[in-house]
C-alpha cells in the first residue's frame, strides 16, 4: 500500500484520475511489481481501464497506452470506491497537505477505521 502527489496543472477532475492511474501503472511497473490493485473513485476511469479503451484527452493518449501496454504484464484488477472511502486522495489533491495527516489516514486504512458517507 502506498501513495503519492504530483503537481498537474489546470486540468478537470477526471485528468487527474486518468494521470494518477497511469501515475500508479508506472510506479508499479518501474519497481517490477507484478501485481497491482487500483482504486479510484471516477467511474470513468475504473470504465477506461476494464475495457482498456483508448477515449482519452488527447494530451493524454500516449502515456495512457504505454500504461495499457505495462498492464499485459502485471496481473491487475482495478475497482471503483466510493470518494468516502479514498480520503488518503483527497487529502493527496490537497495542496497544503501535512504529511502527519497522510499518514494517518493510511493507518486508519490498514486498520479498518470506517468513514461513513451520510446524506
Known sequence: ????????GEGTAFEAELAACINA?????DKGWRKLWLESDC???????YSRSMD???KYEEAWMQALNRLQH?????THIYREGN????A?????????????????DTIGVVN????
Open 1 to 8: 500500500m502506498g501513495c503519492f502527489s504530483t503537481q498537474l
Open 25 to 29: 501503472v508506472n510506479i508499479a511497473s
Open 74 to 78: 502485471m496481473e491487475f484488477r482495478v
Open 56 to 58: 482519452v484527452p488527447k
Open 43 to 49: 467511474t470513468r476511469v475504473v470504465e477506461l481501464l
Open 116 to 119: 461513513l458517507r451520510l446524506h
Open 87 to 90: 480520503r488518503v486522495a483527497d
Open 92 to 108: 493527496l489533491a490537497s495542496p497544503n497537505v501535512q504529511s502527519n495527516l497522510v499518514s494517518e489516514l493510511l493507518y486508519q
